[in-house]
Structure formats: C-alpha cells, structure tokens
C-alpha cells in the first residue's frame, strides 16, 4: 500500500500548478493531505471517485485536511474536541487540523489514518498567543497519540506537523533556535512521541541520518534551489505498523518551476 501525505498550500492552486498529474503518475492508495482551504463540495470535485473525509476550517481561507482513499472507509472521526481540557467544542482556530479514518483492507483488516496539520506558530513581538495556541493544541495530539500508539490496528499518524525534530531536519538550524517550529519546547513534543510513547519516525529511519531530506522550502529566492529546507512533513507509525514500512521516499520536484506547494509529498510503502 502507497501512503503519500501533502500540504498542498490551497488545493485550487495545487491542482492548477499540476497536482493532478502527480497523482496520475504516482497511484498513491491513500492519499493524507493539508492545508486544502477549499469547502466540501471542491474537495470532492478535485477527488471525484476517492473516498474522502475532509475537515474544513471554521475560518475561511484557512487550514483544512482531508483523507483520500482508493480503498473504503469503515469508519471516521474529525478533530480533537474529545481531548480539550473540558470536552467543549474545539476553537475555530483548531479545526481543519486533525482527520481520521480506518482504511479497510484488501484482506478484511483495517489501517488507521490521520491527516494532521499542527499550528505553526509564531515568535514574533505581538503574536505570542500563536504559540499558546500551538501549545494546547500539541497537548491535545500527544493525548490522542498516546491511544491510537498502543492499539492493535497498525496506526500513521502523517502530514505537515510544523515541527523540525533535529538540527539534522533544517538546513539553517543554528539560525533558527527562536524560531517557531525549532524551540526546544516544540521538538520535546516529537522527543515524547517517538522515545515515550513508542511511534516510529519512518521517514528518518529510511533516509538515515541525514540532514535532510527535506520537505519544505520558502517560494521566496533561491532556497528550493540551494536546497535550504525544513524536514516538517512527517509519517510516524505505530509499532503494529512501523516494522512494514519498505519505502520511504520525498517526491521533490525536478525544478523550481515543477512545483505545485511549497511543500514535496512523502511517500511511503507498507507491506500489508
């Protein structure tokens, strides 16, 4: 089975930049992706003939994930609003974040899927309270982890989680500890993940040490072409699942020009 995960930075554009032609030509199974910012009706429009869960955000223009898949979907479950500190609804600003859904399986098992699109945050005089945000939103995600890691059902938890894990996952690493996505307060959370809890970082276990690959690059001067990225896009695998991984590979495009986001797709093989 072919898992690939995408931020697509707006799926209209994606798709006019050549989306739809990667997909033709990779047949990924399942396909996880991020930051759509697009209504349900345009979802399924462009994923006409997948089976599609898709949260959109309460604030238009903003966020959005969707699961895509070739195979059906037994079941499906959006957001985190069971895991906020009082069991309300979640904030506006922490919807189009987190999808689920149980892939059903060509030999009647089931796959666990979440497409999750953490808040990048920022450290910026006056915009402090995007890291409060981020924080309670991590909260919530380790919790949720902390259950879906010790189930039996093989389990990936994939898409762009903001977060470079280690000095290995960005190029400009000692320019950027104060910045978002490389305090140490954010990369403790991914320590937890994968030392505490037990997922698998699959893309880091198949590209070996690095640094690199990575998996974002700003469309401003020359840092696609220099390769001056951040490895953010993750798929990390639960012990049912982590051992059946193959394959993992980072769909970088050829050119500056051949590109449809500032993010590449990872790809990964499971042996299911």
């Known amino acids: 089975m072919v898992v690939a995960t995408a931020n697509v930075n707006g799926i209209r554009a994606a798709y006019r930049r050549g989306m739809g032609e990667w997909i033709a030509a990779r047949t990924p199974d399942v396909l996880l992706l991020q930051e759509v910012r697009a209504p349900d009706e ?16 309460d604030i238009k223009g903003r966020a959005g994930v969707a ?16 895991h906020t500190p009082d069991g309300g ?3 506006a600003v922490d919807t189009g974040r987190w999808v689920e859904a149980d892939v059903e399986l060509p030999d009647g098992g089931l796959l666990t899927v979440v497409s999750a699109y953490l ?14 945000a981020k924080y309670a939103h991590l909260e919530k995600v380790t919790a949720r982890m902390a259950e879906l890691v ?5 389990a990936l938890v ?24 490389f305090l140490p307060e954010e990369r403790a959370y991914v320590d937890r ?3 505490e809890q037990g997922w698998t970082d699959v893309g880091r276990a198949h590209a070996g040490d690095g640094p690199g690959p990575y998996t974002w690059w700003s469309w401003r001067g020359q840092a696609f072409v220099n390769d001056k990225g951040w490895r953010i896009d993750y ?11 193959v394959k993992v590979e980072v769909d970088r495009a050829e050119t500056y020009e051949g590109r449809w986001s500032d993010h590449a797709p990872l790809v990964a093989t499971y042996e299911l």
């Open 42 to 57: 345009i979802v399924d429009e462009y994923l006409d003939g997948w089976h599609v869960i898709h949260q959109c955000c």
């Open 67 to 82: 699961v895509a898949s070739r195979l059906p979907l037994h079941a499906v479950r959006v957001g985190l609003g069971a």
């Open 89 to 91: 609804p979640e904030p």
């Open 119 to 132: 808040h990048s945050g920022s450290t910026k005089p006056g915009e402090e309270h995007t890291m409060v």
């Open 150 to 154: 010790a189930a039996e059902t093989p």
């Open 158 to 181: 994939a898409g762009d989680l903001n977060i470079a894990h280690q000095n290995v996952d960005i190029a400009n690493w000692k320019g950027n500890l104060k910045s978002a996505g």
């Open 193 to 195: 993940w994968l030392d």
């Open 235 to 245: 798929q990390l695998a639960n012990p049912a699942l982590a051992p059946k991984a």
